[in-house]
């Protein structure tokens, strides 16, 4: 398992702030160490600059947190905390769409986010950064299949919005979002798998004016949390 670090003193301050369980923090001088530890009680260790660049080549700016793990959850929180919107990344695989859907999700207020256990980019170190603190109250699901959880979110009373470009699909900004959601965005290449789709109640699209064959996969996952969240 990739061992999951964080570097960058906003990083390292979104972490302590959202409680994770950082294990130890290494830093570059003592006046900085002296710092941290008004702020947490983790252990914090002064490291001279090799030792950082032998961990990272980003610019780690002479702090890094090595943490135990990200804290996942079961579908259970969301049937406890039935939030108004829910994410559902159907195998995203490229660790920097993850972090950028993570940030964007977080501006525009989604708290929720399931991902597939199977084929899909995990929580790294890599995605941590990328999401730009975007971690930071995000309760993160994962789950072995995702079309039981649909089943299961559904008799909940949620109704599913997939994102495909099919025949029947409607375009995003013409539905009504006025029921508890879930937005399923899918796969870079293969979009939206069909058993979810199958499970869908309404297929949406984003129409496109140029040439192009579609967005990026964070893009198109922007435009769509910012619709429901806009209802």
Do not use: C
Not at 147 to 176: C, E, I, M, P, T
């Amino acid at each position: 398992m990739e061992k999951l670090i964080l570097w960058g003193r906003n990083s390292v301050n979104d972490a302590i702030n959202a409680k994770l369980p950082i294990m130890v923090i290494y830093v570059n001088n003592e006046n900085l160490a002296q710092k941290i530890k008004t702020e947490t009680t983790v252990k914090v260790v002064v490291e001279d600059n090799k030792f950082f660049d032998q961990i990272t080549r980003e610019n780690h700016q002479g702090i890094i947190a090595v943490l135990k793990d990200f804290p996942i959850y079961d579908l259970a929180i969301i049937e406890k905390e039935k939030p108004n919107n829910v994410l559902v990344l159907d195998k995203i695989q490229d660790p920097h769409n993850l972090g950028a859907i993570l940030r964007t999700a977080n501006a525009l207020g989604i708290k929720h986010i399931i991902l597939s256990k199977d084929r899909s980019a995990g929580i790294t170190s890599t995605v941590l950064k990328v999401s730009s603190g975007g971690f930071v109250g995000v309760k993160v699901v994962k789950v072995n299949n995702l079309v039981a959880a649909l089943k299961r979110l559904k008799k909940a009373g949620y109704w599913v919005y997939s994102s495909a470009l099919s025949k029947n699909a409607q375009h995003f900004d013409k539905v009504d979002y006025n029921k508890p959601t879930i937005l399923v965005i899918g796969n870079e290449g293969s979009g939206v798998s069909q058993p979810v789709l199958n499970e869908s109640d309404v297929i949406i699209y984003i129409p496109q004016k140029g040439t192009v064959q579609s967005l990026n996969v964070s893009v198109a996952a922007g435009l769509l949390i910012n619709q429901i969240t806009k209802e």
